[in-house]
């Protein structure tokens, strides 16, 4: 069955950077789309960035456009967010997720904390 671990995460204070991982299997990971999404406190689960499976389109939602970068390498079935000058408005756990022929399935989330 589809597994995503996710990794990386940790607290850093604003201006700060983290990559985070997300390790999946159980799929054909080159064929699915993979993305992150977030959810902070007290809010709803938000999207943040989507790469399809060729790498060749990514998406970003608008407030983290120009800092974060989400990447993948196909031959370790792992995608990353690269997520550079962190604002404390990142502060949130972050999903990865896999849009596979089921549905979208969801890692357990990693925690990140930015300081002010």
């Known amino acids: 069955q589809v597994q995503l671990i996710e990794s990386g995460g940790g607290s850093v204070q604003a201006g700060g950077s983290l990559r985070l991982s997300c390790a999946a299997s159980?799929?054909?990971?080159?064929?699915?789309?993979m993305g992150w999404y977030r959810q902070a406190p007290g809010q709803e689960r938000k999207f943040v960035a989507t790469m399809t499976g060729t790498g060749d389109t990514t998406t970003y939602t608008d407030s983290v456009k120009g800092r974060f970068t989400i990447s993948r390498d196909n031959a370790k079935n792992t995608v990353y967010p690269q997520m550079n000058s962190l604002e404390p408005e990142d502060t949130a756990v972050y999903y990865c997720v896999a849009y596979v022929q089921e549905g979208p399935r969801w890692g357990q989330g990693t925690q990140v904390t930015v300081s002010a």
């Open positions: 159980g799929f054909t990971f080159s064929r699915a789309h």
